[in-house]
């Protein structure tokens, strides 16, 4: 029942409400703030709208559910990654939202192209890989050396170059091999043997 010790009047609306409706002010004499969270959001909101800055709308959330911040969509929290450090312990954007930031993120620190970039060079290369011309691209293959972006490979093809170590000379010969041209040694004395070149 309010009106008793449970309850507190709010300072800004006036209205009698449950004394969890108030954050904790441990200054004042009840321990609570005078104003309930709800007027206190909205005096926050007026004050950074007055300063010209972007506010969100404000959503009613349903219990065991949050509002992403970045896609703006309201989630079940299982579909939020923990942050012990945050009030409610959970991450401010999504997991969906946070892998398609991850995504863009490694492709900028790896190979420094945005997503759009990467995006250009596989239209560019009708969307297939550039080696089989089979399979999607979708690998950003590079110059482990230079750091060089050299096109978007299937997976197959990306993983052949890294166990080739990038070495065109190996490469070469892996291709003769495959075109039947065995590597057969020339005895030219005695233990020992001529490669073919």
């Known amino acids: 029942m309010l009106g008793g010790p449970e309850s507190k009047r709010c300072a800004r609306c006036r209205e009698e409400k449950p004394r969890a409706a108030f954050a904790i002010k441990r200054s004042n004499l009840d321990g609570l703030q005078r104003e309930c969270r709800d007027c206190m959001a909205?005096?926050?909101?007026?004050?950074?709208?007055?300063?010209?800055?972007?506010?969100?709308?404000?959503?009613?959330?349903?219990?065991?559910?949050k509002?992403?911040?970045?896609?703006?969509?309201?989630?079940?929290?299982?579909?939020?990654?923990?942050?012990?450090?945050?009030?409610?312990?959970?991450?401010t954007r999504c997991?969906?939202?946070?892998?398609?930031?991850?995504?863009?993120?490694?492709?900028?620190?790896?190979?420094?192209?945005t997503e759009a970039e990467r995006d250009e060079m596989i239209a560019a290369q009708g969307g297939v890989c550039v080696i089989c011309r089979n399979a999607p691209a979708e690998h950003v293959d590079h110059d482990h050396q230079t750091g060089k972006v050299r096109g978007v490979l299937c997976f197959s093809c990306n993983a052949a170059l890294g166990q080739f170590k990038d070495r065109p000379d190996?490469?070469?010969?892996?291709?003769?091999?495959?075109?039947?041209?065995?590597?057969n040694p020339t005895l030219v004395a005695q233990g020992v043997y001529r490669q073919p070149s």
């Open 170 to 183: 190996v490469i070469r010969r892996a291709a003769a091999y495959v075109e039947g041209n065995l590597w």
């Open 95 to 113: 997991k969906a939202c946070r892998a398609i930031e991850g995504r863009a993120g490694h492709l900028k620190r790896s190979y420094g192209i």
């Open 67 to 91: 509002l992403c911040l970045r896609c703006g969509e309201i989630k079940l929290h299982s579909e939020w990654h923990r942050n012990a450090t945050a009030p409610d312990g959970l991450s």
């Open 42 to 65: 909205d005096y926050h909101r007026e004050r950074q709208l007055a300063r010209g800055q972007r506010v969100r709308p404000r959503v009613k959330v349903p219990e065991g559910h």
